[in-house]
Each structure stands twice: as C-alpha cells, then as structure tokens.
C-alpha cells in the first residue's frame, strides 16, 4: 500500500472513531433520558396539545355527509380529490412538504426563509396534482410513467440525461436476481435519485440560469443513480442469500479498500460461481464510483471518503450480528445504527459538494436514529423472519431473558422529544409535524398487521408508562389528518411496480401463446390436385412466413379483437392470416436486390439468396393475394363490414407501396424530419394501424376510438423505425436476425444520419409520450399497448 493509501486509511479510521464517540455520546444522552423517564412529561404535554388539532368530536351532522367520506388512499386518484373537496389538501401536501425538509434536506422549519420555500413547493404540487386528478380517469400518476418524467426532463432541458437513466434503470431491473426484491431495489434507487435532485433544486434559486439549472439537474440524475446503485449492490446484495459468506466477505474487501484508497480495484482471484453478476455489478459500481468522485471538489473529497467509510462499516458491523448471540450490549445495538442512519444522508451532501452546514450535519446526525427505528419498527416481522438484528427483533426475542436492554419503542419516543426540545428547540411547527409522522406510522402499522396482532405488540412494547401508552394508544385510535403524501407514492410507486410486473408477465405470456397459435395458422397447405406450377411458390412462400418473425401484428390484431372487443379467435383467423401474409411480402419485395438488398431477413438467407429475384417477386405477389383472399373469408361478420375492412386494407396496402417508393427515391438524397416521419409511417405505421383499427372495423366501434388508435399507430409506428434505425447502427447480427448497418451501405437516410444518435433517441421518447398520450384518448385502459409501446423502445431486436 503506497503512502497516500496509507494516508487514506488512517483518515478514515480517526474519522470512523470520532464519529463512533459522537454517537456514543448522543446514546449516553438518549439513554439517561430513557432511564429517568423524561420524555414521558414532556410528550404527554406536547401531545395535549397537539390532538387539539387532530381529534374531533363528530356530531349527528356527520351522518349526512356520507358522499363524502374519506375513500381507501389505494384510490390515488379519488383520495386526492377527497383532500382538495374537503379543504384538506394545502395541510396534506404543507405537513408532507415540511417532513421532506427535515427528513431529506436536513432544514429547520422555524426558518422564514425555508416556510417560503415550503409553500412554493406546495403551491406547485398542488397546481399539479388537482390538474393530473381531473384529466386523468384514473390511470397511474402522471409523473411516475416513463413519459411524465421524460416531459419534465424536457421542460428542464435535461432530455439526455433522462433517457440515459432509464436505460440504466431498465438494465439494473434486467440484473437484479430472483433472490432480491427488485421492485424493491428499484423504488429506493429512484427514491434516492429523487432525493438527490431534490437536494440540488434547493441549492439552487430564481437566479440561476436555465442552462446552470439544467447542468446542475443533469449531474444530479447522473450522481443520484451513482449513490443510489449502492442499495441495491452494496446493502440489498449483501444482506440477501445471493453471495455465498466467502463471496460476500471477498466482495466488502473490494468495498472497503475502494473507500479506504479512493480506486476501485479489479477483480482477481474471484473464488465464487457468481462471476457474471459480479463482473456487471463491479462495472457499474466502478463507473459510479468514479463519477462521483470526479465531480468532488478537492476539499470535499475527504469528506465524501469519510461519510461513505463510516457509513459502510457501520453496515457491516451492523450486517455481522447474529440474532443467535444473547450477549449483545445496548451499545451495540444501538450505536452502529445512528452511525448508519446518520452518514448515510449525510453522504448525499458530500455526492453533490454542498457547502459545508454545521446546522445541517448536527440536525442530520441526531435525526437519523428516529427514522431508522421507525422503518425497523414497521418491518420488524420481515426482519425477525430473515434472522435480522435490529432493536426490535432483538428485544422480542431477549426481553424476558435481559432486563437490561433498552425497550426500542421507548427509546423512539425519547428520541422524538430529544429532536422537538433539545434538536429543534421547541418550535411548534416542528413538534406538528414529528408528531403527525409517529401517529401515522403507528396507524400504517395496526392496518397492515390487524387490530389483534397490533395489541399482542404493544403488550410487548409498550407495557411499561401506562398512561402515556394509553394516550398514544387512544391518537392511533381516533387522531385524524397525520398521512403523508410520500407514504401515498410510495404505497401508489409500490403498487405500480407490482402491477407494472404483474402486467409485463401478462403481456410476455401473451406475446408467447398468441404468437405460437399463429404460427400454426400461417402455413399455406399444399391440397390435392393442387398444380405442380403452384407448388415452387407455396414452397418459397413457406420458407418466408417460417421464418423467426416476431408477428407483432397479428398478435396486435388478436388482442384487440379477441380481448378488448369480445370478437371470436377463431373468426378473426383469416385476418390474421391476411396481417401476416401481407407483411411478409413486403419484407420480400424490401430484400430484393433492386431496393435494400438484404441478405438475411428473421435469422436466416432471404428468399432471393435461396431462389433467386424472380421467385421472390412472384412470392410476394402471391402472398398479397392470399392476404386478400382471406380477409375475403370472413364469413362470420357482415358483409358491409367486411368490404369495408377491405377497402380499408387496400388503402394502407397503397400507403406501404408509396412509402417504399419514397425510401427507394430518398437513397442518397437528404431527406427533412418531415419527410422521413412522412415515410416512415406509410412504411411502418400504417401496417401498425391496421393491425389496430381492423379488429376495430370488425368489432364496428365507434369513429373518435378509431382516431386515437389511430393516433397512437402514428407515433408508436414512428418511435418503431427510429429504434430500428438505432439498432441498425447498435446492433447484432445474431440478436437482430438480419445484418446490421445495412442503411448506411444502402445511403439511406435515417432518423439517426439526420438527427445523430443522440438526437434520434430524443425523438423517440418524443414519440413515445405522443403515443403514449394518445393512449389516454381511447376509452378503455388497454395495458397491453402500453407494454407493447415500451418493448417497441426498449427491444434488443
């Protein structure tokens, strides 16, 4: 180890002593004030006062107000406009604001200049949320989809760094195990960058410029994934059973020579069967490291160093204990843990080179305990489950053997009168606000165990001051207007996930099963008697729908028809059929050596390579009038209907034909943005439209659905082609099934040689929220378009 490593270790090791000594200190302080039971007085009298707001007497008049009582808080949508119908919001989102400040910005509340900042934000979500919960019928939140966050993006200016961190955050949810919880590892790595944007909008005021504000917003993202990756990588990873003990002990050394000398070093001698997790995730880690690190200032670095090796060696000291141990002492216990706690938001400040608040580091450091006993409280029974130590899981398993060991819930209550007196000097406000979050937390936490699991607890932990237990007791009972709009986007985030999931296994099964019942149906049998000049054709038309095709339209068209509008599968077969078949041909016809020239088409040599150009001209004829033959075949609708669908077909057949005479006309010309979307929908959208609006025909459903299915073809269509374009620059031959770079040797002009990679991107997810937006214009919430929209963007092939 040279000298400046040894530099480093040394400093972090006085560091991580005086920081244990300062947490020593405040445990001494929390400890004699369990002891000597002064909390009790002093909360007994805060909490007088405080129920005055919170608890009230409802009178007869209550029973004529039954339209308006509070619905479930699942019901984002209803619960919010509850809140603004019955005046409730502004104190809703003013507590829920001010808890943010404290909690993540480290602010006091009795500061002028902070309430001006609170009402502002205030002020704005509102704004937003009483706008989103009139135009919306009820879907998710608009600024928790892919396209809300990508809107704001571009009204910042920060569109690159959105969509790079949504390919970061599609990559960690493709990497992380079975064995963890990813949709719990994704929610805190968002929370988190959320936090650290959060902390940086604070940073700045209204005189600061647009293009500062959107440099300073794209650091932000771009630090707030780097720190947050180290939940998923370094917390969730260790604590879950993926690693085996000489992996996770091999990989904490790597962790800790990395903090301890500030480079990450290789990997070598890696002794466990985790190789390619490990190889992934010391790449991203190694990237996040070193960004963070050169956005340092020099005479933060040190600090940033200290935070983080304190933090992680709290961590794993606090990860070694064994709930099998007896002999753990308070300290112990309780000290790692307001180290953890506390370094852990403090690390956020060093991320983003804050300048230095001795306000903000003492507050931090003192609140941190309050949170993490009140998170370990409401996941005690996961913990106790998982062999975890934390106070809680420790006291329900020691408290009858060890009458020394501190009670936790009283010592979260002593910290929460520490924090109100002797933190935030009594200021009303603050007390409001603590008081309202421990009230709260204490409801979630009854609702979701029941009333009898709930009591059988509080027999346990709250057996001792029987007054004051029956006080809190009776607020969780009765106290009202103590939630929190965070814990609402966290429950709404969690649900969204989970359904998201839920929702994506739906559509992948479907994509599965539907595409194997079509598959069975597309082969063109060979009948007796059929014409031994008819034969070749069959054969080369086979060969071509055999292919590794992704059949995304008639999919499409299957579910439209069969589970949105309720039509038969097995009458809706020949359009099917036609869908493919036509679009066959047209990659038939694309192929030949007169237009892209293409050698392998779905995995395998175009059908010109194996015939020759005259089989495959003649193939795709054949093929377009099979496709016309069934749609003709619809026998189980009516006729008008039928001839409708038909003349339909023939117009989007005309508009393929046209946008391919387009793209031939276009080589090597230059082409405007107007014009290649012009091409590329009649090359591609109208194909996709069809697939949507002729189950529509059939199902004969009203013009305005039509239009906004319309609507979403266009742009779903376009942001399609541009993400093919990326792939053909990005791509490979054996993902992609066909060789990539075929437009630059063709001198095609692309969304990507008009616009440059960067720009192209850009105009996808434009596209993609105009889809996206169009979407909310059809009545009825059709989640399989919206899967099918993002695996249209995210699509390896």
Known sequence: MNHMNVEFTDYADTSYRLAEQKAAQYFASLYMQVMEKTYVPA?????????????????????????????????????????????????????????????????????SETQTRIQHMVADIKSHLVHSTRANRGDQPEYMSLAGFYRWAQKEGIETAAIWVMDKLKDVSFHIPKEMNAEQSQRKLIKIIVGVVLHVIEEMDDETSPAERARRLDEAIRLGYSYGLTYPFIDDLLDSQVLTAGEKEQYSRMIRTALLTGFVPEISGWAGHNMDFIQYVHSELRDAFEYIKGLQRPETQKTFFEQSYVFFYSQDMDRAKNLSNANYTNEELYIPIILKSSSSRLIVRSVISAPK????????????????????????????????????TYYLKYHKQRSDLINPYELYWTVISHLIHNVYQSDIKTREVILDRAINGLKRCKERLGTEKYNEIMEI?????????????????????VDFFDKLLRDQMNTLLKNDQREKEDFQDTIKTVRGQINNLLQI???????????????????????????????????????????????IAPLLR???????????????PSQDNASTRRGRPTLHQVHNSATAELTGLFLIQKAINEQASLDKFDAKTVLSLMQYSAGKAEDMCMGQAMDLHSKG??????????????????????SLVMPAILAQVNEPEIAALKKFAYHAGIAFQIKDDLLDLEGDLLVLGKPARQDTQNNSSTFVSIL????????????YCLAMEALKEVPRNIAFLKHLLNYMVNRER
């Not at 450091?365 to 106790?384: E, K, P, S, T, V």
């Not at 057996?463 to 607020?475: A, C, K, T, V």
């Not at 036609?578 to 030949?592: C, G, K, P, R, V």
Request: aromatic share 14%; glycine share 8%.
């Open 525 to 571: 049998p060979k009948n007796n008697g059929i014409s031994p000049m008819k034969e070749p054709l069959i054969d080369a038309a086979n060969y071509s729908l055999e292919g590794d095709g992704k059949r995304i339209r008639p999919i499409l068209t299957w579910v439209m028809g069969v589970n949105e509008y309720g039509l038969n599968a097995s009458a």
């Open 578 to 592: 036609s869908l493919e078949y036509m679009h066959t041909a047209s990659l038939i016809f694309d192929d030949l």
């Open 357 to 392: 608040d001795e306000g903000f580091d003492d507050r931090t450091f003192f609140y941190g305990i309050y949170n993490q006993l009140a998170d370990d409280f409401a996941d005690m029974f996961d913990d106790r489950r998982d062999g975890a130590v934390t106070p809680y």
């Open 43 to 111: 909360l007994t009298k805060d909490i007088q006062l405080w129920k005055r707001n919170h608890v009230r007497h409802h009178t007869w008049l209550s029973f004529f107000s039954r339209g308006k009582r509070k619905p479930d808080t699942r019901d984002y949508h209803r619960y919010i406009g509850w809140l603004d119908y019955m005046g409730k919001l502004d104190g809703y989102l003013d507590r829920s604001v001010s808890y943010i400040y404290m909690r993540d910005l480290g602010k006091a509340l009795d500061s």
């Open 461 to 481: 932990f709250a057996s001792g001051n029987p007054e004051f237990n029956r006080l809190i007791g009776q607020m969780v009972r009765k106290a009202e207007d």
């Open 756 to 767: 440059g990679q960067e720009g192209a991107r850009k105009e996808m997810w434009e596209h």
């Open 669 to 690: 010309k230059a082409l405007t943005l107007e014009q290649l979307n012009r091409m590329c929908f009649y090359k591609t959208g109208v194909a996709f439209e069809a």
